[in-house]
């Protein structure tokens, strides 16, 4: 063996114990033990995989890792299939058709706390940051436009606010015509950030009551969200049936591109740098499979750091490879608007926005346990978490389902062997696991993720932490 061989070994060795050290001993259920990590250095035991994901751009990880040899580099075999819905992809990753899946940030919390499908799901990694927006159709924008600021050239300020959507919600109402509204799936951040919105421009978007056999979000609500598959939304408001949506790219830009609506807000607007997808795997597959699983993670980060090196210069060719049918299967010109840097809003109204999708800035791979919390905050307002909780409740529901562990590991190893550099990650320690207070939310609340309850008080609608449907 070599010396510099050895000093490789070595150091990834030292950087793993590191990684497990400064997160503690073995906790709850969450915490990796240390002849774990010994382990993580050695073969998969398991090579040939399948990975589930929806016709979304933000999928673009687990396509990179594929087409650029990362999942191959770690001696894993992969195949990648498109799943038909969201409540198809979960239910073949809890039976085992498939090893893991590109998920909402809200499916492994939700299935781990028994909202809908009972399952334990964890996640090791966020797979980006931002890259949803909400669009209405053309005759709802022609409604709102008298209500929206314009600046000296008559282009709309933005970001607009809901506060322009509830006067025609309102006349909707007193002709006693419902106002319908598509979402992806109950825990869904589409779902959570339509809500958000309409909530803070005086929208009250509905309960959910579960407990009492009332599991349509509609209880009590002004707009009445339902669910719609992403590529489905354009044609489903074209027909009428929803006038406006909440859904990832390229679903906003194609109702440009068809002429049929328009994108009022980006997720961005609502909430900066929010976490959009994981990718999610069963508890039990997690645990079988350890060093699989870390290998895993380990291509799916350097897939993220390609994504976002040269300040996006490697996005046209990602937008090629998203462009094909076994991927996204949307025109090159549809995806490349928003995943180059730009959205178009209203025809023609094509602006910078660098950040819309972010795959590896900002930390945007790293599992916060504050980002779970805010799903979970967000699951108890709307009435999918019926009964008060306390903070610690919060808290260990986290930590059973985001792994920031499990990525620390695999961060690690990347590291000692030259590929990314200790620079490009938070401090793998316990504090690590929350952001500070966020302050940049549409209706100018902060978020505190060590303080849930408190921050579940500061809402004009929603429940409050100790009230229930």
């Not at 890259?131 to 022609?142: E, P």
């Not at 919105?197 to 509609?218: C, E, N, R, T, V």
């Amino acid at each position: 063996m070599t010396h510099t061989l050895l000093s490789k070994m070595i150091k990834r060795r030292t950087l793993l114990q590191h990684a497990v050290t400064m997160f503690g001993a073995v906790a709850v259920g969450s915490m990796l033990t240390l002849s774990s990590a010994q382990a993580a250095v050695g073969e998969p035991e398991k090579e040939d995989l399948k990975f589930g994901f929806i016709k979304l751009t933000d999928m673009a990880p687990l396509a990179v890792a594929y087409e650029k040899g990362y999942f191959e580099d770690e001696g894993l075999y992969v195949q990648l299939e498109a799943q038909a819905n969201w409540k198809v992809l979960l239910d073949r990753v809890i039976d085992g058709q498939l090893d893991g899946a590109h998920m909402l940030a809200g499916q492994p919390l939700g299935a781990t706390i028994g909202f809908g499908t009972q399952a334990h799901i964890i996640t090791a990694f966020s797979m980006d940051l931002n890259g949803n927006a909400i669009t209405v159709s053309n005759d709802i924008w022609k409604q709102m436009k008298p209500y929206i600021d314009k600046d000296a050239d008559g282009k709309p300020i933005h970001p607009i606010k809901a506060d322009a959507l509830k006067p025609v919600v309102d006349a909707y109402k007193e002709q006693g015509k419902p106002f319908n509204m598509g979402m992806v799936f109950p825990v869904s951040t589409h779902n959570y950030e339509l809500r958000y919105w309409l909530a803070a421009g005086g929208i009250h978007p509905g309960f959910y009551a579960p407990h009492k056999g009332d599991s349509s979000g509609q209880i009590d609500a002004d707009a009445l969200l339902s669910v719609t598959p992403p590529p489905q939304m354009p044609a489903t408001m074209e027909a009428g049936t929803i006038y406006g949506y909440c859904v990832g790219e390229p679903w906003n830009q194609q109702a440009v591109f068809k002429g049929i609506g328009v994108p009022v807000v980006t997720d961005y607007e609502i909430w900066k740098d929010n976490p959009e997808k994981v990718f999610g795997v069963s508890k039990g597959w997690a645990d079988k499979y350890p060093n699989t699983h870390i290998r895993v993670v380990k291509a799916m980060i350097r897939a993220a750091k390609w994504l976002d090196d040269n300040n996006n210069g490697n996005r046209p060719e990602a937008v090629e490879i998203l462009s094909r049918p076994e991927y996204v299967g949307a025109d090159y010109e549809v995806i490349a608007n928003s995943m180059t840097g730009t959205f178009e809003y209203e025809k023609g109204d094509k602006r910078e926005v660098p950040d819309f999708n972010v795959f590896f800035r900002h930390n945007a791979t790293y599992p916060y346990y504050s980002d779970a919390i805010w799903y979970l905050t967000q699951m108890r307002r709307w009435g999918q978490i019926a009964e008060p909780k306390s903070d610690e409740w919060f808290m260990e529901t986290a930590k059973k389902v985001y792994r920031p562990d499990i990525y620390a590991l695999a961060a690690s190893e990347l590291i000692a062997e030259g590929k990314v550099e200790s620079s490009e990650f938070p401090d793998f320690t316990a504090e690590s696991g929350f952001k500070p207070p966020q302050t940049h939310f549409i209706d100018n609340i902060t978020y505190d993720g060590t303080q849930p309850n408190k921050y579940l008080t500061k809402f004009k609608i929603g429940l409050k932490p100790d009230t229930e449907i």
